[in-house]
């Protein structure tokens, strides 16, 4: 969907990027991750448009707060880096 978008409005791309929300569940679920993996594999020339976040208040206990950060570390090598943000409260429980 969001390559969809984009290649539908080439110009948006050139100044702008795609928000997308991600939720705690997502983070720590390693399907998110592949699936992130296939699209930067797919279209590469989007993925410095996309911006990641995560928005939500999030209580995580240790077994996934090691795995949400593990994932986090991952999806910066898929170079959605330069524009993944993080402004949710991860506090382990």
Known sequence: MVAQFLETYPHYQETKYVSVNVSRISLIDDNFYLSLQQFAEKHPGFVDRILLEVTENIDFNQD????????????????????????????PV
């Open 64 to 91: 996934q707060l090691d795995l949400a950060l593990n994932n986090l570390r991952r999806i910066k090598i898929l170079v959605f880096n330069s524009l993944l943000t993080i402004s949710a409260q991860v506090t």
